[in-house]
T-cell receptor, first 112, second 117 residues
Framework: DVKVTQSSRYLVKRTGEKVFLECVQDMDHENMFWYRQDPGLGLRLIYF???????EKGDIPEGYSVSREKKERFSLILESASTNQTSMYLCASSPLGNQPQHFGDGTRLSIL | AQTVTQSQPEMSVQEAETVTLSCTYDTSESDYYLFWYKQPPSRQMILVIR??????QNATENRFSVNFQKAAKSFSLKISDSQLGDAAMYFC??????????????FGTGTLLAVQP
């Protein structure tokens, strides 16, 4: 089975802090994604990556950056956390082509 | 731009009964894929079923089936013989068939399904 692992299940940070959310997949997938999930808004794509060191903006990239130095790891970075970034963050991966995405368990991030 | 709409924020069904969750989408593309994902309280999103737009036959997976109406841009999920473990948030999602190597998903806002014993 595909395993997508997010480093933290719950995280509490303060405004202005630099926050790193880590995601690792074990199936050699080319594509990796970061979503944000908010009640009433569903999942919205923040950034995705289709190869090492390659990244593209999703629908809501403002305030976020990403890093993909190795194929199996995709990091989401909040450069200066703000309270409006309190949310559930979901990582996903998939192989190339018309294959479904596999999701991690999510990180519930609170910015105080 | 493509959009996905789930008009039922919450639904409830009795155990062993059948329930249908609605999803409509808007696109000008002819090649695309549609998905239903389940997110139980454990939070991990699980793929329930997928449908290719070029296939006329409705997809089925055990107790889960879809009613895909391409002209109406409707993609509803039917759960038969509902079980307590079906209680979850259900998301409808769209993916373009023209996305190239990547396969970005566009999600609806979700329907929270409760199953009553």
């Amino acid at each position: 089975d595909v395993k997508v692992t997010q480093s933290s299940r719950y995280l509490v940070k303060r405004t202005g802090e630099k926050v790193f959310l880590e995601c690792v997949q074990d199936m050699d997938h080319e594509n990796m994604f970061w979503y944000r999930q908010d009640p009433g808004l569903g999942l919205r794509l923040i950034y995705f990556s289709y190869d090492v060191k390659m990244k593209e903006k999703g629908d809501i990239p403002e305030g976020y950056s990403v890093s993909r130095e190795k194929k199996e790891r995709f990091s989401l970075i909040l450069e200066s956390a703000s309270t409006n970034q309190t949310s559930m963050y979901l990582c996903a991966s998939s192989p190339l082509g018309n294959q479904p995405q596999h999701f991690g368990d999510g990180t519930r991030l609170s910015i105080l | 731009a493509q959009t996905v709409t789930q008009s039922q924020p919450e639904m409830s069904v009795q155990e062993a009964e059948t329930v249908t969750l609605s999803c409509t989408y808007d696109t000008s593309e002819s090649d695309y894929y549609l998905f239903w994902y389940k997110q139980p309280p454990s939070r991990q999103m699980i793929l329930v079923i997928r449908q290719e737009a070029y296939k006329q036959q409705n997809a089925t997976e055990n107790r889960f089936s879809v009613n895909f109406q391409k002209a109406a841009k409707s993609f509803s999920l039917k759960i038969s013989d509902s079980q307590l473990g079906d209680a979850a948030m259900y998301f409808c999602a769209y993916r373009s068939g023209y996305g190239g190597a990547t396969n970005k998903l566009i999600f609806g806002t979700g329907t929270l399904l409760a199953v009553q014993p």
